[in-house]
């Protein structure tokens, strides 16, 4: 006897469940990794900027709200390592520089991670040797041959450097971004005075300052200047380099919200406004310092760390010692 075949009404409710399920399952997957959909900000209290993960750059550039800084990475399989383990957790921002002498190690690691170039977001930073029109397009050009790399999407002065020069060094890398090489400039170390003077002369304003910036030492004018002027902050050693992770307020306060000081630290650095770069070449703590999507401070909360402040630099302060 022939079986009759059962009309869409009658079949298994379940069975259709599951074949729309694995007709799905590839368009949402790539809907949460565009970060149309993100797992980590779903439950949170987190502003819009935090559901894509990005802040737009005052040329319309998307620069991801954390990244991976490499200062002290030693160049070789440490810095190549750390960097394909980043980009596998899901990082998408690599910080170098010129004085890291790990550019040649970071480059080979985003080509070879797998990850579409157009997803990386890669930092460098000119250092103040190379100050100078000639010298710094000259510089310019080693640093994307030691990356291996087509164009960087941001090329920061390392310092303010030599005041004599500051200008044409500029002029330089506007010329390279005309040319295609960098998507966006801008500057670390930059004091106020260091960046009305740049403004007075540049033809295209800096995107970016990179600053040390923690709890424990906030910058409040030149942050405040950089607001007003649509310049983004990044927020080197946002970690205080270890030297407060210890320290009873942000322990007590970890364990309330059941996180690590350091993802404390992270937090407070994405809800002041900026873009923190916590370096690690382990995968756990890098792992770590993504996953702080997942919470809010509360207001109370943020003013108990804004009142840490202790003017504490852990490096060097060419805010303050570069000449203007």
């Known amino acids: 006897m022939k079986r009759r075949r059962r009309t869409p009404a009658e079949r298994p409710r379940g069975l259709i469940l599951l074949v729309k399920a694995i007709v799905l399952a590839p368009l949402l997957g790539y809907i949460v990794y565009k970060g149309v959909i993100n797992p980590n900000t779903q439950n949170s209290e987190s502003n819009s900027s935090e559901m894509t993960n990005f802040v737009k750059l005052n040329?319309?550039?998307?620069?991801?709200?954390?990244?991976?800084?490499v200062y002290k990475s030693t160049p070789g399989n440490e810095t190549y390592d750390a960097v394909i383990s980043a980009l596998k957790l899901g990082y998408r921002h690599i910080d170098t520089a010129q004085m890291y002498q790990n550019e040649v190690d970071v480059g080979k690691a985003v080509r070879d991670s797998g990850v579409p170039r157009s997803e990386i977001?890669?930092?460098?930073?000119?250092?103040?040797?190379?100050?100078?029109h000639q010298r710094a397009t000259s510089a310019i050009q080693?640093?994307?041959?030691?990356?291996?790399?087509?164009?960087?999407?941001?090329?920061?002065?390392?310092?303010?450097g030599d005041a004599a020069t500051?200008?044409?060094?500029?002029?330089?890398?506007?010329?390279?971004?005309?040319?295609?090489?960098?998507?966006?400039?801008g500057v670390s170390n930059f004091g106020v005075a260091h960046l009305e003077k740049l403004l007075s002369t540049a033809q295209i304003p800096?995107?970016?300052?990179?600053?040390?910036?923690?709890?424990?030492?906030?910058?409040?004018?030149?942050?405040?200047?950089?607001?007003?002027?649509?310049?983004?902050?990044?927020?080197?050693?946002?970690?205080?380099?270890?030297?407060?992770?210890?320290?009873?307020?942000?322990?007590?306060?970890?364990?309330?919200?059941?996180v690590t000081p350091a993802q404390?630290?992270?937090?407070?650095?994405?809800?002041?406004?900026?873009?923190?770069?916590?370096?690690?070449?382990?995968?756990?703590?890098?792992?770590?310092n993504l996953?702080?999507?997942?919470?809010?401070?509360?207001?109370?909360?943020?003013?108990?760390?804004?009142?840490?402040?202790?003017?504490?630099v852990t490096g060097w302060d060419p805010i303050r010692n570069d000449p203007v």
């Not at 971004?177 to 966006?184: M, P, Q």
Request: glycine residues 6%; hydrophobic residues 40%.
């Open 291 to 312: 996953d702080v999507f997942g919470f809010s401070l509360s207001d109370a909360d943020m003013q108990t760390l804004d009142g840490l402040e202790q003017d504490l």
């Open 59 to 69: 040329n319309g550039v998307q620069l991801p709200l954390i990244g991976l800084g």
């Open 264 to 288: 404390l630290l992270i937090r407070w650095s994405l809800q002041s406004g900026f873009v923190p770069l916590p370096k690690s070449v382990n995968p756990k703590r890098q792992a770590e």
């Open 166 to 185: 500051r200008a044409e060094t500029w002029r330089a890398l506007e010329e390279a971004v005309t040319k295609g090489l960098i998507r966006s400039i």
């Open 206 to 258: 800096p995107a970016v300052n990179q600053i040390e910036l923690h709890p424990f030492l906030q910058w409040r004018e030149v942050v405040g200047y950089c607001k007003e002027k649509g310049i983004v902050l990044e927020a080197y050693s946002p970690l205080v380099k270890s030297q407060k992770l210890q320290e009873p307020v942000l322990a007590s306060m970890a364990e309330r919200y059941q």
């Open 121 to 132: 977001f890669v930092t460098t930073k000119l250092w103040r040797s190379e100050w100078g």
């Open 142 to 160: 080693a640093s994307l041959q030691r990356l291996g790399l087509e164009y960087v999407d941001l090329l920061l002065l390392h310092c303010p």
